[in-house]
């Protein structure tokens, strides 16, 4: 009899009862969203970084290529925001043979702010394997990714700093 009673007055939910509904949904979608974007951002710091190390290993390979060269021939590399061109001379050709490479999560920009992209960053490797000038490249990805690619003009030494 108590259930019968029970059930004929049952007119639904209190406002207590689904008050917490409502905060568990949301607590359970929010923690949704924040494991969805951490994950994201970690994917975006590992591609970032990846491309900035592809970047130093490509100048290190130019620099060896300008110390296995010829003594009168340099190595040049055009940085520009959105890629970079590696050039050598092909002794056959009588020419420099250019190969461009194009950055997915990077945009190189100077101290001053982004790099026009009409302008620039030269770099030439030397014969002795040294740098012409030296140089800082500050390297952004998405959200607040940033690192710095020095380059020492001496020592020819390149590196990544955070």
């Not at 592809?54 to 520009?80: C, E, H, S, T």
């Not at 940033?146 to 380059?151: D, E, G, I, S, T």
Request: with cysteine; proline share 2%.
């Amino acid at each position: 009899m108590w259930c019968l009673s029970r059930t004929k007055n049952n007119r639904g939910m209190t406002l207590a009862e689904m008050l917490v509904v409502l905060i568990l949904i949301g607590l359970l979608s929010g923690g949704v969203a924040v494991i969805g974007t951490s994950g994201v951002r970690m994917a975006n710091r590992e591609a970032f970084d990846a491309e900035c190390e592809a970047l130093k290993d490509a100048l290190n390979d130019a620099r060896d290529r300008a110390l296995m060269q010829d003594a009168n021939r340099d190595v040049i590399v055009d940085i520009y925001n959105d890629g970079y061109a590696i050039k050598t001379w092909d002794d056959q050709k009588e020419k420099f043979y250019s190969e461009r490479v194009s950055f997915e999560k990077i945009q190189a920009s100077s101290a001053n702010g982004p790099i026009d992209p009409n302008y620039h960053y030269l770099v030439r490797f030397l014969a002795e394997g040294t740098i012409n000038k030296g140089q800082t490249i500050r390297l952004t990805g998405p959200g607040q990714l940033k690192r710095n690619l020095v380059l020492q003009p001496v020592t020819g030494r390149i590196r990544l700093s955070d």
